[in-house]
């Protein structure tokens, strides 16, 4: 019902910069909150940047001034601006939303399939 599709990973050298885009389409009513995980090898996925209610943002501690979350509420699309990328932020990154469909009374949290980011030299 509910399809959320990334783009954008990649390799980069420490430092620079990548683009990540999550499109969800479907039977969407609502979107109550769209955002990025991520989870490194070994690890737990934790969130890194979150749109709630189209308006409010939050980050990870981690990533704070370095990346920025954006939405085009027209495309249900959210992107993540990463900058000064360190070798820690390599993981996959997931994109999730909480939607409620059309044929649905509730929401319920939906996941990309996650794309691969590497910062390496």
């Known amino acids: 019902q509910v399809q959320l599709v990334e783009s954008g ?3 980069v050298q420490p430092g620079g910069s990548l683009r990540l885009s999550c499109a969800a389409s479907g039977s969407i009513f609502s979107i109550n909150a769209m955002g990025w995980y991520r ?3 070994g690890k737990e996925r934790d969130p890194v940047a ?3 209610g189209g308006k409010i943002t939050r980050y990870a501690e ?3 001034g ?3 979350i954006s939405r085009d509420g ?3 699309t959210v992107y993540l601006q990463m900058n000064s990328l360190k070798p820690e932020d ?3 990154y997931y994109c999730n939303a909480n939607i409620r469909t059309l044929f649905s009374n509730g929401a319920s949290d939906y996941w990309g399939q996650g794309t691969q ?3 390496s030299s």
């Open 74 to 76: 027209a495309k249900n």
């Open 90 to 92: 390599t993981a996959v």
């Open 117 to 119: 980011v590497t910062v």
């Open 62 to 64: 981690s990533v704070k």
């Open 66 to 68: 370095r990346f920025t």
């Open 9 to 11: 990973g990649g390799l």
């Open 39 to 41: 989870q490194a090898p």
């Open 50 to 52: 979150t749109f709630i």
